[in-house]
């Protein structure tokens, strides 16, 4: 087992994996490699035509004797600057375009993966793998790949330059610039290992506890907890700087010992130039430039530790993004089969043969999160064009089952049957900071102008449209700060009317509106269900405009406690004839007043 853990793909190194998702493309990283080593070897051109004009300057030869050297001095000088220049476009661009190739890849997947990966993860974690975890894998490549290609390119040219002149010269700068390109890295490498492992999991506790503090600022502010919040995010911030620190003495290893090999590679210049100067083998400008081009010929392995953080860094985000990618991709967990649990149960007598093929259907279906069940024993079955209501106390776990079917949460037990796309349309539905109509193209993406404005007066947004200043076109500012609660639930409804998936699940549609705008709203969801022929389950705690939908599942609590379950079930008029708790709860209902909450409903059927 350990020997297929070895080779399996757990055990492949995430950066590997992750780079491909970047799309980089080959000739744009040789032009950013190229672009990087023309201006190092600037960089060291200047260095050695500088030394050798000023050791040449000194003999005060004729003025037609240096002026190649002077133009040269100019022309490395200027061409340093214009190459870096150029450099930082062609490196940054491939860098972008791959962090914005990742993010689409990344999105793609998750979308076609299961849900589940993205319901266990916390938004603010969630937002810093797609966000600051993909920016730090694209960063390998202006900050780590390209800069150590370069290094590369220019310590070969430099060893090249020196050997030209003394090739035992040549051989301890390659020896200097292999100890300083190796193990100085390798030494910033462990230092950043021990600083990553503990600042990335406090990152994303900082991201988190952040978002936290922006999105519920009133909320937390109203119900005293807000000082909580706010000393919670400062210990984090402290262990984050703790955690950095923790990796400083190695790295300033690392630094030192940069500065060693360059000061050993200028010794090590002058103690074999000297006596080839004495020899005669040795012209004495050429030991200026065999002595000083070694100071400019490091600065390429310079970056290198710099880069092998950054690759620690990047590997490290790239793991948290192939974990969230591996657990969205992994196989549901082997569960019968909604059809072949039909089966089973047909061969019995008087049992109910297998449904439609067209039919989302849930047989003893046991929901909850972590494998703990929150509720039991649902059966559903929701076909082309039909409409289910769940109904029940808060926290009875309408919201589970909704989640459950949507494939964002998997099932404990039981078996469950879902044909194609199923949409959850959640009650805290995030608005983007964008305008109207791509928050509505987040249901579906070819929307045009005019079907948003029938949408909008479909859920009874006409006149909230119309006051827009700029209409479909208007900004919403960050989450929806600018639409009230009502206007936020509606636009979340408009969002489920425009989908094309056969299956779209609603929560709390009627929640922040008044009585008659709920009911409307649900029978429009309801019609638009039977007109575009999807099936439709919503959760709701309003019961007055259930008479528009085909049944109405109530959820409550048995007596003794454990998880709930399904207490009643049957049509709007069914159970306010034969449902104490659901006649009472629903004569609550005035026209006008706000939808009444039903805590008793489940408990009093489950009493009855």
């Not at 994303?204 to 109203?222: F, K, W, Y």
Request: charged content about 20%; aromatic content about 2%.
């Amino acid at each position: 087992m350990s020997g297929e853990r070895g080779t399996g793909r757990a055990a492949t190194d995430p950066l590997r994996r992750a780079v491909p998702l970047l799309e980089l493309r080959a000739r744009g990283f040789v032009v950013a490699v190229a672009w990087g080593s023309l201006a190092l070897g600037c960089a060291v051109g200047l260095a050695a035509v500088a030394a050798w004009l000023i050791a040449r300057a000194s003999q005060m030869p004729e003025i037609g004797a240096v002026s190649i050297a002077v133009v040269a001095v100019r022309a490395f000088g200027i061409g340093r600057g214009v190459a870096r220049y150029l450099e930082r476009l062609a490196s940054h661009d491939l860098a972008l375009r791959g962090m914005t190739a990742l993010r689409a890849n990344l999105y793609a997947r998750l979308a076609a993966g299961r849900g589940t990966a993205l319901a266990g993860v916390r938004r603010g974690d969630l937002l810093a793998r797609v966000g600051a975890d993909v920016d730090a894998v694209g960063d390998v490549v202006v900050r780590a790949f390209v800069p150590a290609c370069v290094a590369v390119v220019v310590s070969v040219l430099s060893v090249v330059v020196v050997g030209a002149f003394l090739p035992s010269a040549a051989l301890v700068l390659a020896a200097c610039l292999l100890l300083a390109g190796v193990l100085s890295p390798w030494l910033a490498s462990r230092a950043a290992a021990r600083t990553e492992a503990a600042s990335a999991r406090v990152r994303a506790e900082m991201s988190a506890r952040t978002l936290e503090i922006l999105e519920n600022a009133g909320p937390l502010q109203v119900g005293g907890a807000m000082d909580e919040r706010l000393v919670a995010l400062r210990r984090t911030d402290r262990e984050l700087a703790a955690a950095t620190d923790d990796g400083a003495r190695v790295s300033a290893l690392a630094a030192a010992l940069q500065s060693a090999a360059v000061g050993l590679a200028v010794l090590g210049a002058l103690l074999l130039g000297i006596p080839a100067v004495a020899a005669g083998t040795l012209d004495p400008t050429e030991l200026s430039v065999i002595v000083l081009t070694p100071l400019a010929a490091f600065e390429g392995v310079a970056a290198l530790p710099a880069a092998a953080i950054q690759v620690r860094r990047s590997r490290r985000a790239a793991a948290r993004i192939m974990g969230l990618l591996d657990e969205a991709e992994a196989a549901v967990p082997a569960a019968p089969s909604a059809p072949a649990a039909r089966t089973e149960r047909a061969g019995s007598a008087g049992e109910t043969p297998a449904a439609p093929p067209r039919t989302l259907r849930a047989l003893d279906l046991s929901v909850g999160w972590d494998g703990t069940p929150a509720v039991v024993g649902v059966d559903l079955a929701v076909g082309v064009g039909a409409a289910v209501a769940l109904v029940g106390p808060s926290g009875v776990g309408k919201t589970t089952v909704l989640a459950t079917l949507a494939g964002l949460v998997p099932p404990v037990a039981g078996s469950l049957d879902v044909p194609g796309d199923a949409v959850l349309v959640a009650e805290d539905g995030h608005v983007f900071d964008t305008t109207v109509l791509e928050n509505l193209r987040v249901a579906r993406g070819d929307l045009d102008e005019a079907e948003a404005v029938t949408v909008l007066d479909r859920v009874g947004l006409a006149a909230w449209l119309d006051a827009l200043p700029d209409g479909v076109a208007t900004l919403l500012g960050p989450d929806g700060a600018t639409v009230s609660g009502g206007e936020r639930r509606r636009l979340l409804a408009a969002r489920a009317l425009v989908t094309r998936a056969p299956w779209v699940l609603v929560d709390e549609p009627a929640e922040h509106l008044d009585a008659a705008t709920a009911d409307e709203l649900v029978r429009t969801l309801v019609a638009d269900a039977r007109a575009t022929g999807h099936g439709l389950v919503l959760a709701t705690h309003r019961l007055t405009a259930l008479d528009a939908v085909d049944e109405v599942l109530v959820l409550g609590t048995p007596p003794g406690g454990g998880p709930a379950g399904v207490v009643a079930r049957g049509s709007h008029a069914e159970l306010v004839g034969r449902d104490p708790g659901y006649a009472w709860s629903l004569a609550q209902e005035q026209p006008g007043d706000p939808a009444a909450p039903v805590a008793d409903l489940g408990s009093a059927t489950a009493r009855r």
